[in-house]
């Protein structure tokens, strides 16, 4: 019988001819990420297991994101915590505001294609968009990984997603996989293996994958794979090895499910409050009154998001009484936005633009809302009090939906 992608990553990782889902293996990652939210808790475990030394500091990044710049006193116990570690064990990999961590990991080069990699944030799946097998631990797991160098995991069964054909003009890669996620529903598929494929997703860009990775976790999966390709060797500035280049779904490689799709049929939808997985077409949405729109994430925060946006509102104003934010995923990003005049047509608009990282997505440094406002946002989840009070109602959509309704101040297509 033939592997599936993560089947293939995990034989190769740990040396075996072959496994099948439900074995328990160990295997040995390439990098590891430690977030800002997480680090005083790893340390106090690393110190609690008794170690001594990081199995090897350069697989380490330790990526400050989620409470930069401090908005609560107790940030500062993250900032130190962090730092004494890094100082202690010697970890040269550190990021102060350099962006999201999602964002970076890839960005930066330090993921690469048939790659191991876990972090502390659920939203470690991204990975998946240059075919490496990534997800999320909790800060105990972390710990043992930086004593040992090592973590057991269970292999998945895989679901793979087929999609053929083009998208619409107005439909972007969060349309997709929105409408996925509501078929799926929050847990359908917990601890699986999303595998996608088709013409459609390989007319996407690595953005547009990046997209989809990220928010697998939101129908439980435990990781997110796209197959590599030219695209993914010139984003990671890679050559392509034969290990690399077989990383593809056989096609007799056993399948718990597959889901078809034809690009075509996909049409511009939200997430509607509070459940990422309530997924309504926007035209049964037209009309909502909006008090604030996100732009940003590690979701949708990258370039081609924030173009996407611009073009919606170039020559237009932010609605009377609307707040827009837009936060770019990383400082490259916000760099290569300003150069091409993407921030200035977003800025001319109306909208506020503040420096990289997640920023609304969690909660944190500015934007968040009271009870009774709406927010269409394009980040990864709308749960209760996640921008602000339980009574704040998220709606979750693509840079270019959301960009329209700022325009207008409700909820209209793009």
Known sequence: MGQTIIEKIISHNTGRASVKPGDIVTVFPDRVMLDDIMIPFIVDKFHEMGFEKVWDPEKVVLIYDHL??????????????????????????????????????????????????????????????????????????????????????????????????????????????????????????????????????????????????????????????????????????????????????????????????????FVPVMACPSQVDKIRDISQLEGTVIDQVFIGSCTNGRLEDLEAAARVLEGRKVAPYVRLIVTPASRKIYEEAAARGILKTLAQAGAVITHPGCGLCCGRTGGILCDGERVVATNNRNFLGRMGTSKVEIYLASPMAAAACAAAGKIVSP
């Open 68 to 265: 930069v710049p401090a908005s609560q006193q107790d940030d500062i116990r993250h900032y130190r915590a962090g730092d004494e570690f890094a100082r202690t064990y010697g970890i040269p990999n550190v990021h102060r505001s350099d962006g999201i961590c999602h964002q970076l990991m890839t960005e930066a080069g330090y993921v690469k294609p048939g790659h191991v990699v876990f972090g502390t944030d659920s939203h470690t799946t991204t990975y998946g968009c240059v075919g490496a097998f990534s997800t999320g631990i909790g800060y105990t797991e972390m710990a043992a990984i930086l004593g040992t160098g090592s973590l057991w995991v269970k292999v998945p069964e895989t679901i793979r997603v087929v999609i053929e054909g083009e998208l619409a003009p107005n439909v972007m890669s969060k349309d997709v996989i929105l409408r996925i996620i509501g078929d799926l529903g929050a847990d359908g598929a917990t601890y699986r293996a999303l595998e996608f494929t088709g013409s459609g997703v390989e007319s996407m860009t690595v953005s547009s994958r990046m997209t989809m990775a990220n928010m697998a976790i939101e129908a439980g999966a435990k990781c997110a794979l796209f197959t590599p390709d030219e695209k993914t060797a010139r984003y990671c500035e890679t050559e392509l090895d034969g290990f690399q280049k077989s990383l593809t779904g056989d096609e007799d490689a056993g399948y718990c499910r597959v889901m078809t799709y034809r690009g075509e049929d």
